[in-house]
């Protein structure tokens, strides 16, 4: 399976019709908008080191991950 890359996450989040906000430069966190829970973006995104954030309804990558 694919490793994370930016480069990855950009061409996932334009095939699937996405949001990605990138707050670490901030101390934040990456955010991904838009994909369900569960499916098959779910489990890419599981596999990249995200966490479901059930408040927010979206997806956090720490940049540490």
Do not use: I
Not at 22 to 48: I, M
């Amino acid at each position: 399976s694919e490793p994370f890359s930016w480069r990855a996450l950009s061409e996932l989040a334009r095939l699937h019709g996405f949001s990605v906000e990138d707050l670490t430069r901030r101390g934040g966190r990456l955010w991904v908008s838009g994909p369900p829970e569960d499916g098959f973006v779910g489990s890419k995104l599981t596999e990249w080191g995200f966490r479901w954030a059930r408040q927010r309804n979206a997806w956090y990558r720490d940049e540490s991950t």
